[in-house]
């Protein structure tokens, strides 16, 4: 068992530091069982705006493309990877714990989970929303991407935001990542492999939309506003 532990200031924000950090993890392990933790009291409170905000263009693209190929390292793992919602996983924060197979959420009432993007004005990267269609229902996928909220556990639970509720979500996690480790590696592997090919994969018309349409937002003046009034309140 491989434990990788988000850890950085505002509450474990995913800087390029850390998102390279955990990729890096993620290729070490080499297929071994995988628990991600957050430091401290949260998970991760999403990207790191600060940084972000500090970017030029291509900066704000290579950043985009590190959080991509973080999500890819972990939905395709060969081996089993849970993650331990300690606290709030909110946005990007969110986003890692999908990739993930298995979230164990504390049962803290003051635990917030969620994809809030659309309410903040952030426009979401293919990758990430093809995540969040392979990891929740029709119904579920719906409300969470277009409600953004930010979900107290019993609701983040039936959303499929978590997959259980522990009051100690770490020691619950490593329970649960000790059984799953039980199994053959290559079967688990194969299984997985077939639950997951293809399923984060961008067409041709979707890489265009994305450079055409989204990734001007992030890249321009509206991404400058908006982290803005988020730092600001």
Not at 150 to 179: F, H, I, M, N, T
Not at 183 to 208: M, N, Y
């Given at each position: 068992?491989?434990?990788?532990?988000?850890?950085?200031?505002?509450?474990?924000?995913?800087?390029?530091?850390?998102?390279?950090?955990?990729?890096?993890?993620?290729?070490?392990?080499?297929?071994?069982?995988?628990?991600?933790?957050?430091?401290?009291?949260?998970?991760?409170?999403?990207?790191?705006?600060?940084?972000?905000?500090?970017?030029?263009?291509?900066?704000?693209?290579?950043?985009?493309?590190?959080?991509?190929?973080?999500?890819?390292?972990?939905?395709?793992?060969?081996?089993p990877t849970i993650a331990c919602l300690n606290g709030h996983a909110i946005a990007g924060g969110c986003?890692?714990?999908?990739?993930?197979?298995?979230?164990?959420?504390?049962?803290?009432?003051?635990?917030?989970?969620?994809?809030?993007?659309?309410?903040?004005?952030?426009?979401?990267?293919?990758?990430?929303?093809?995540?969040?269609?392979?990891?929740?229902?029709?119904?579920?996928?719906?409300?969470?991407?277009?409600?953004?909220?930010?979900?107290?556990?019993?609701?983040?639970?039936?959303?499929?935001?978590?997959?259980?509720?522990?009051?100690?979500?770490?020691?619950?996690?490593?329970?649960?990542?000790?059984?799953w480790a039980a199994h053959d590696p290559g079967a688990?592997?194969?299984?997985?492999?077939?639950?997951?090919?293809?399923?984060?994969?961008?067409?041709?018309?979707?890489?265009?939309?994305?450079?055409?349409?989204?990734?001007?937002?992030?890249?321009?003046?509206?991404?400058?506003?908006?982290?803005?009034?988020?730092?600001?309140?």
């Amino acid at each position: 068992m491989v434990e990788i532990t988000l850890s950085g200031p505002g509450k474990n924000a995913l800087s390029s530091r850390l998102m390279a950090h955990v990729v890096a993890e993620v290729r070490a392990a080499r297929g071994a069982p995988l628990l991600l933790r957050g430091e401290g009291d949260a998970f991760s409170a999403g990207l790191d705006l600060k940084e972000l905000a500090g970017l030029d263009a291509p900066g704000i693209e290579r950043f985009l493309e590190l959080l991509d190929e973080m999500v890819v390292a972990l939905f395709e793992h060969p081996g089993p990877t849970i993650a331990c919602l300690n606290g709030h996983a909110i946005a990007g924060g969110c986003v890692v714990a999908l990739a993930c197979d298995h979230r164990v959420l504390t049962t803290s009432p003051r635990a917030r989970v969620g994809l809030n993007e659309v309410a903040i004005g952030l426009r979401f990267p293919p990758r990430v929303l093809k995540l969040a269609r392979a990891r929740l229902g029709p119904l579920a996928e719906r409300r969470v991407l277009l409600e953004a909220g930010l979900y107290q556990p019993s609701d983040a639970l039936a959303l499929g935001l978590a997959d259980e509720l522990a009051d100690d979500p770490v020691a619950a996690g490593r329970a649960r990542l000790e059984k799953w480790a039980a199994h053959d590696p290559g079967a688990f592997a194969a299984a997985k492999s077939a639950l997951t090919r293809g399923a984060l994969d961008l067409d041709s018309g979707e890489v265009a939309r994305y450079r055409g349409e989204v990734l001007p937002r992030w890249t321009g003046d509206e991404l400058k506003k908006i982290v803005a009034s988020v730092l600001g309140r």
